[in-house]
């Protein structure tokens, strides 16, 4: 009889052996190894995987203990992410437990944090982003209305602010958005991690998109 924590053992082995093969797949992408732009390779050390242990991980992490290997990653690199931007709002989706939130508040303080649903009109979160003052950053999650939710952002968005997207190689629908992404949009800079995409919008920075070993 199956109990419950061999089923759990077997799951996270299952999960660790996919993320080692994640990383080798992508283990030539490691650190900035390749990255000629000096924005992008800063970006890279010292954002991307910055291994430092900021102030705040401690003290997130009792207050979020459930959280999976791959989401305290993400949330650990929301908070650099924040830190980074400084934005004056986050427009965060479909975050039930308040973890992503948490995080990108402790990066910046004096970011204002919407948490908002997937089923956000594209015409009010254009409103949204176009009512904020200075930089910006929204975490996306795969949905239905993606495709529109990235369009409306883009058509909002100022130079210096940026973009999570989550899931980005979770199914063929989510690879198509991304690629998508990657080859039409002008004036921006992304950085595939496999777990998520980033953007960032600035039209004097050359057009470029960074296979990263997260």
């Known amino acids: ?3 419950d924590k061999t089923t759990y053992s077997a ?3 299952c999960g660790k052996l996919r993320r080692m093969l994640v990383w080798l797949s992508r283990m030539r992408h490691s650190r900035g190894f390749g990255v000629q732009s000096p924005w992008a390779y800063r970006m890279v050390r010292y954002v991307i995987n910055e291994h430092y242990p900021y102030y705040a991980y401690d003290d997130l992490a009792l207050s979020y203990p459930g ?3 791959v989401e305290r990653k993400m949330c650990e690199l929301c908070l650099r992410l924040a830190n980074s931007v400084q934005p004056s709002l986050v427009v965060n989706f479909d975050d039930a437990g308040g973890a992503y939130g948490a995080y990108f508040g402790a990066g ?3 970011a204002r ?3 908002v649903s997937s089923a956000l009109s594209p015409v009010r979160l254009s409103d949204m982003i176009g009512g904020c003052s200075g930089r910006f950053v929204a975490r996306l ?3 239905s209305g993606l495709a529109d939710q990235l369009a409306s952002i883009c058509s909002a968005a100022r130079a210096g602010s940026a973009v999570v ?3 980005i190689h979770s199914d063929s629908n989510a690879r198509g958005i991304w690629r998508r992404i990657v080859s039409d949009e002008p004036g921006v800079v992304t950085f595939d991690l496999y777990y998520c995409g980033l953007m960032f919008f600035d039209e004097k920075r050359y ?3 960074y296979i990263i070993n997260f």
């Open 1 to 3: 009889m199956t109990t």
């Open 207 to 209: 057009k470029q998109n």
């Open 11 to 13: 799951a996270s082995s």
């Open 141 to 143: 999650v795969p949905c």
């Open 108 to 110: 910046c303080r004096k």
């Open 113 to 115: 944090i919407e948490s």
């Open 67 to 69: 959280l999976g290997v």
């Open 165 to 167: 997207v989550h899931g």
